[in-house]
């Protein structure tokens, strides 16, 4: 039993440096990442703050053998390196959840340079316990400020690891937490300290995993996005709008069919980039006519589709008017000529399923066609 019970006690410095070496390994992992993903803000930071521990740790760790000379001026310095890198972590983690807090920098900067002068005024830092209970509870606030943000942000970017990283800070900041209770209650042992350290070995590896997750997540859900983007004109493409069109094609729901008028002339007159830039305002225009819950797509050259969701078809003939007035109201500067746009557009609302949305979308099509037929620039409803 005595023997089972030797081999789970651990030692502090060993800890301390294994911590140190968790840490390390961080840096390098995140420093990879940063070097390929430069356009992730927080990255380098985390990189630093990680850097950072991982100096203090081996520090404290040399202080715990007492194989440093000048062991009044190391303290000092591993405080500091320790209160400043987790500063550092979470204005890392907090920019790489969201840029809004950017602005925060500054302020969490000067938190490092109070605790030192609250130091060298009060000399707690020369002390042992009052030196570790303060980097314990600086660490704690720390992390439990980017738990926060990283979970204030989750419905800004609704990533499955956001929510992972915010329960690993949380559970990392309870621990810094329990152990600064310790400390302060004398309630602290060194073997007690060695356990919560090795915990926190495992939640370095856990943050840093989930960090390179978020980047990957990112990554993937940049290409889905660009490939469901119209490059030209930034609204969506075939694959956005069938990919978020219900399932099934119900009543209550309306598709337009929207044409650019004498988009070859267009073209003939003012060339293709004069044709591309026709596209691009008549998309932004119809976007900015639409509803939240509408959706809207280029189907392919001059042609716009629009899903007009849960309308009446009053309603719908309501809105595909303003749609075309919209465009109507557009005059496009083309070196000095004035380019009028207008658009024929074609609408059937869904009174009921049995139709593909294939269906639905070939009679909108017919209807728009009828537009062209009679004149251009005016709406025509298919009667189904």
């Not at 509870?137 to 992390?143: E, G, I, K, V, Y």
């Not at 969506?236 to 709008?241: D, E, F, K």
């Amino acid at each position: 039993m005595s023997n089972s019970i030797s081999m789970l006690m651990l030692d502090l410095p060993t800890v301390l440096f294994l911590y140190s070496t968790s840490l390390i390994a961080g840096t390098c992992a995140v420093l990879n990442a940063w070097r390929h993903q430069r356009n992730e803000t927080g990255l380098g930071r985390i990189a630093l703050a990680l850097a950072v521990l991982a100096v203090g740790g081996v520090l404290a760790g040399l202080s715990e053998l007492e194989l440093l000379p000048w062991p009044f001026l190391w303290r000092y310095v591993h405080f500091v390196l320790g209160v400043g890198g987790y500063a550092a972590l979470w204005s890392g983690l907090a920019e790489l959840s969201s840029p809004r807090w950017r602005a925060w920098r500054l302020r969490v900067a000067l938190v490092p340079l109070l605790w030192l002068l609250v130091g060298m005024f009060t000399g707690f830092i020369a002390h042992n316990e009052q030196r570790a209970a303060v980097f314990h509870f600086n660490a704690f606030s720390f992390l439990l400020a980017a738990a926060f943000c990283m979970w204030h942000d989750r419905h800004a970017e609704p990533l499955a690891s956001r929510l992972l990283l915010s329960l690993t800070l949380l559970v990392s900041a309870l621990l810094y937490g329990s152990e600064c209770y310790w400390i302060v209650s004398s309630a602290w042992s060194r073997q007690l300290l060695s356990w919560a350290f090795f915990a926190q070995i495992i939640c370095n590896f856990t943050l840093v995993l989930l960090v390179l997750t978020i980047l990957s997540e990112r990554s993937a859900v940049r290409l889905r996005q660009a490939s469901e983007r119209d490059e030209l004109t930034g609204v969506g493409n075939r694959r956005y709008l069938f990919a978020r069109l219900p399932v099934q094609a119900e009543a209550g729901n309306a598709i337009i069919m929207a044409d650019v008028d004498h988009f070859k002339r267009v073209n003939d007159c003012f060339g293709h980039l004069g044709g591309d830039r026709v596209l691009a305002v008549a998309a932004q225009a119809l976007q900015a006519t639409l509803r939240e819950q509408d959706l809207i797509a280029r189907f392919g050259g001059e042609e716009f589709v629009i899903f007009l969701a849960q309308v009446s078809q009053a309603e719908a003939r309501s809105l595909a008017e303003r749609l075309r007035l919209q465009l109507a109201a557009q005059e496009i500067d083309m070196a000095g000529e004035k380019c009028k746009v207008t658009v024929s557009i074609g609408l059937v609302w869904l009174d009921g399923p049995g139709r593909s949305w294939d269906e639905w979308l070939n009679l909108a099509d017919a209807a728009c066609y009828q537009a062209k037929q009679q004149g251009r620039n005016r709406v025509c409803e298919h009667e189904v």
